[in-house]
């Protein structure tokens, strides 16, 4: 029988129990990683961790952010490639325990996007819908992305791209292009400026800078969870991407280039470098962190580019589950998009 607690902090030997239990879950991702946790708790959001246990097994667990809405006692929650689980039936239970735990906590909402691939994805979408979940309007993550094989030889990995993606990484090697990865703070700073600058010419709202730096602080800046590789052009950082790796396999996450320069093809030797150094430390698969087919795409839609770009190194698609939302209560649910949509637009005019 399975017997399920909700904790707000992990013993060393709990977070040892989680981490064995990821270990031995293809499903697994580093976003359900206590480290994970330990990040957020430094920007203002409170993890909360769920584990259901037989015999004092770990069968499931469910790493939660928790957001609480000013001036009220309700929060929205949020499990980013969660939860983790072994095998459908005890996710079904899983879900049962999880809604109960989520009212008890005084939920509005939750998001839940468990990294769980088709084909087999489907009986998945379908217990979060019999649960009363339904497919978000809004994704935070892809649910489709191209993934690289890592296990061949670098000339054999090089070979199996596009020739002018191969072209691209040879061109900014001869226009005197240089990539370093990321080790001092100044270099955090340098690519979150980047970042801002990219942002702000698209009319978008920037990452929240406390975030990324808990992230660097955590996993980057001494590469135990990921790095950062930044491209470099007369010596002045101009283009960055944040890789994170988990057990074998290693995701682009976040990227940022300067428009300075529209005839230096910078995104091609970042995702290069990018890959051998993953291939050095173990990892056998490389995720492009997300992937829209152009047959899904308008043709003025900007997103044509990404996808033509990402195209270039591999033909590898892979679809996964798609996110849902469980919304509570509709009301407060959305009150609180209102309110963020407004923040994100203050946050975008003012940064």
């Given at each position: 029988m399975l017997r399920y607690s909700l904790k707000s902090t992990l013993t060393k030997e709990e977070q040892y129990k989680w981490r064995a239990f990821l270990e031995s879950q293809p499903t697994a991702h580093p976003f359900q990683d206590v480290a994970s946790g330990e990040i957020w708790s430094k920007t203002g959001r409170q993890p909360l961790y769920l584990w259901g246990s037989?015999?004092?097994?770990?069968?499931?667990?469910?790493?939660?952010?928790?957001?609480?809405?000013?001036?009220?006692?309700?929060?929205?929650?949020?499990?980013?490639?969660?939860?983790?689980?072994?095998?459908?039936?005890?996710?079904?239970?899983?879900?049962?325990?999880?809604?109960?735990?989520?009212?008890?906590?005084?939920?509005?909402?939750?998001?839940?996007?468990?990294?769980?691939?088709?084909?087999?994805?489907?009986?998945?979408?379908?217990?979060?819908?019999?649960?009363g979940f339904r497919p978000s309007n809004?994704?935070?993550?892809?649910?489709?992305?191209?993934?690289?094989?890592?296990?061949?030889?670098?000339?054999?990995?090089?070979?199996?791209?596009?020739?002018?993606?191969?072209?691209?990484?040879?061109?900014?090697?001869?226009?005197?292009?240089?990539?370093?990865?990321?080790?001092?703070?100044?270099?955090?700073?340098?690519?979150?400026?980047?970042?801002?600058?990219?942002?702000?010419?698209?009319?978008?709202?920037?990452?929240?800078?406390?975030?990324l730096r808990a992230l660097w602080e955590t996993w980057l800046q001494d590469r135990s969870g990921g790095a950062l590789v930044l491209a470099s052009y007369h010596g002045k950082p101009v283009a960055g991407a944040i890789i994170l790796k988990f057990k074998k396999q290693a995701w682009y996450t976040w990227g940022a280039s300067i428009?300075?320069?529209?005839?230096?093809p910078l995104g091609h030797s970042l995702q290069w470098q990018a890959m051998q150094w993953a291939k050095s430390v173990?990892?056998?698969?490389?995720?492009?962190?997300?992937?829209?087919?152009?047959?899904?795409?308008?043709?003025?839609?900007?997103k044509r580019?990404?996808?033509?770009?990402?195209?270039?190194?591999?033909?590898?698609?892979?679809?996964?589950?798609?996110?849902?939302?469980?919304?509570?209560?509709p009301r407060l649910h959305w009150l609180f998009l209102k309110a963020r949509a407004w923040r994100n637009e203050v946050r975008r005019r003012i940064l």
């Amino acid at each position: 029988m399975l017997r399920y607690s909700l904790k707000s902090t992990l013993t060393k030997e709990e977070q040892y129990k989680w981490r064995a239990f990821l270990e031995s879950q293809p499903t697994a991702h580093p976003f359900q990683d206590v480290a994970s946790g330990e990040i957020w708790s430094k920007t203002g959001r409170q993890p909360l961790y769920l584990w259901g246990s037989d015999d004092g097994a770990l069968k499931i667990v469910a790493l939660l952010s928790r957001r609480e809405i000013p001036l009220t006692r309700r929060s929205t929650f949020i499990i980013p490639r969660g939860p983790v689980f072994s095998d459908i039936g005890v996710f079904i239970k899983g879900l049962e325990a999880l809604i109960g735990l989520l009212k008890s906590q005084g939920a509005i909402s939750c998001k839940v996007n468990p990294y769980w691939k088709f084909p087999g994805g489907e009986k998945v979408e379908e217990v979060l819908q019999e649960a009363g979940f339904r497919p978000s309007n809004e994704e935070s993550f892809h649910s489709s992305t191209l993934q690289i094989d890592l296990q061949p030889s670098l000339e054999d990995i090089f070979s199996t791209f596009r020739q002018t993606t191969r072209h691209g990484i040879a061109k900014f090697q001869k226009m005197g292009g240089e990539i370093h990865f990321g080790q001092k703070d100044e270099d955090f700073q340098a690519f979150y400026d980047i970042h801002k600058a990219m942002c702000k010419g698209k009319g978008l709202p920037p990452l929240y800078f406390r975030s990324l730096r808990a992230l660097w602080e955590t996993w980057l800046q001494d590469r135990s969870g990921g790095a950062l590789v930044l491209a470099s052009y007369h010596g002045k950082p101009v283009a960055g991407a944040i890789i994170l790796k988990f057990k074998k396999q290693a995701w682009y996450t976040w990227g940022a280039s300067i428009r300075k320069f529209p005839k230096l093809p910078l995104g091609h030797s970042l995702q290069w470098q990018a890959m051998q150094w993953a291939k050095s430390v173990g990892c056998e698969i490389y995720d492009l962190g997300g992937w829209i087919s152009l047959d899904e795409l308008p043709p003025n839609d900007p997103k044509r580019g990404a996808s033509i770009f990402k195209g270039g190194f591999s033909k590898k698609r892979v679809d996964f589950v798609r996110e849902h939302d469980l919304v509570l209560s509709p009301r407060l649910h959305w009150l609180f998009l209102k309110a963020r949509a407004w923040r994100n637009e203050v946050r975008r005019r003012i940064l």
